[in-house]
Structure formats: structure tokens, C-alpha cells
């Protein structure tokens, strides 16, 4: 079964610090990734998905990530945190030729003045 | 464009109830999928509509039950509400598969309190 981890419940960081937040996840053949954010009370909105063409993917807001197959790995970076990206963040993989997202537990990223 | 629409957005129901859900999918998506997410957790996939036919379920009991219409809307029907079904209820469409897109987009969810 598909599984996903996010190392780290809450990531705290200064405004204009690096945001790196972490996803690995677990399949025998590299599946599609994404990356969601979820503002309080909202449903999620997309800010990347890795579909085997580039493994460096870019994103809306300045975010990108990078599919690391020998890590099974996609983390999230931003170079420079911004107030408005406060927001739980939340890992998911889907299975090639599966239906389903599975989701990981999400990442809490708080931003300080 | 029309993005996925839910209502209601907020629900307070008694243990025991029927609740129904509902969901309109984003202009030109033919496929709905469910759901839950609980406080403090990632989302849960409960199960998946394409063709107005269930297309893969996940482990929820057969209380959760479902339907989709030829508009490609959709509703979520939960019977014998219980306590731990208070959850923010999500639907996201997308295109089915093969069909040149891989992601799905979601509504702003039905927030659901059981008592």
C-alpha cells in the first residue's frame, strides 16, 4: 500500500528564511506527486505536481520541489518565506493507474516577523 | 471556468442521522472523489465516481455510500452518524484516467459536526 510521511508536524520559520518542508513516500514504481496547501477553513489548492517529465518542478507562489527516486523523496523549498505562506502543507502521491490521492499527515508551516 | 462547488458548508447533525453532502465538479471533469479529513490529519479517501459508477473505495464502512449524476455532480450520503464522523468532508474532480491530466482539484469542503 501507498504510503506518505511528512517529517515534522511544525516547521517554524523567519520571514525571508528558506521554507523546506519534507515528503517521502513509499511505492515499488515512481508514482505522480503533488504538493497542496490548505489556508484555514479552505479546501486545498494545488502548487505542484511531479509527472515524470522534469524531476525539478516548479510551482505557483515561489514554491518548487524535487523527485529524488533514490530517496524516495519530493521535499518542498522555497527560498523566502513570506507572511501569507503560513498554512498547513500536505504531501500526496498517486498511483500510476490508480484512482485515489493518498495524503500524508501535513506539515504546519508558521511564518515570524 | 466553474471551480467545485460544495454545500452546505457547515452541517451539525445528531448521532444516529442520515446527513447528505454535496458536490458540483469543475467545468469539463467527469470524475468526483471523496473525502474525509479529519481535525489535525491529511485528507482520507473514502471513494471515486466516474461514469455515474463507484471507481474505487477506500476503507470506510458501507454507511458511506454515494451517487453521481449525468452533470458529473455528486452526492456523499453518510447513515448512523457516529461521533467520529465530525470531520471537513471534501470533494475534488479531475479528468479520469488517460485522459492527459493527473491532478485533482478540490472544493472548499462541508465542515460536518456530529453531537
Known amino acids: 500500500a501507498q504510503s506518505v510521511t511528512q517529517l515534522g508536524s511544525h516547521v517554524s520559520v523567519s520571514e525571508g528564511a528558506l521554507v523546506l518542508l519534507r515528503c517521502n513516500y513509499s511505492?515499488?514504481?515512481?508514482?505522480?506527486l503533488f504538493w497542496y496547501v490548505q489556508y484555514p477553513n479552505q479546501g486545498l489548492q494545488l502548487l505542484l505536481k511531479y509527472t515524470s517529465a522534469a524531476t525539478l518542478v516548479k510551482g505557483i507562489n515561489g514554491f518548487e520541489a524535487e523527485f529524488k527516486k533514490s530517496e524516495t523523496s519530493f521535499h518542498l523549498t522555497k527560498p523566502s518565506a513570506h507572511m501569507s505562506d503560513a498554512a498547513e502543507y500536505f504531501c500526496?502521491?498517486?498511483?500510476?493507474?490508480?484512482?485515489?490521492?493518498?495524503f500524508g499527515p501535513g506539515t504546519r508551516l508558521s511564518v515570524l516577523p | 471556468e466553474t471551480g467545485v462547488t460544495q454545500s452546505p458548508t457547515h452541517l451539525i447533525k445528531t448521532r444516529g442521522q442520515q446527513v447528505t453532502l454535496r458536490c458540483s465538479s469543475q467545468s469539463g471533469h467527469n470524475t468526483v472523489s471523496w473525502y474525509q479529513q479529519a481535525l489535525g490529519q491529511g485528507p482520507q479517501f473514502i471513494f471515486q465516481?466516474?461514469?455515474?459508477?463507484?471507481?474505487g473505495r477506500g476503507n470506510f464502512p458501507p454507511r458511506f455510500s454515494g451517487l453521481q449524476f449525468p452533470n458529473y455532480s455528486s452526492e456523499l450520503n453518510v447513515n448512523a452518524l457516529e461521533l467520529d464522523d465530525s470531520a471537513l468532508y471534501l470533494c475534488?474532480?479531475?479528468?479520469?484516467?488517460?485522459?492527459?491530466?493527473?491532478?485533482?482539484?478540490f472544493g472548499p469542503g462541508t465542515r460536518l459536526t456530529v453531537t
Open positions: 511505492s515499488s514504481v515512481p508514482p505522480y
Open positions: 500526496a502521491v498517486r498511483v500510476r493507474n490508480g484512482q485515489n490521492f493518498v
Open positions: 465516481y466516474y461514469r455515474e459508477e463507484e471507481n
Open positions: 475534488a474532480s479531475s479528468l479520469a484516467q488517460g485522459q492527459g491530466s493527473y491532478e485533482q482539484y
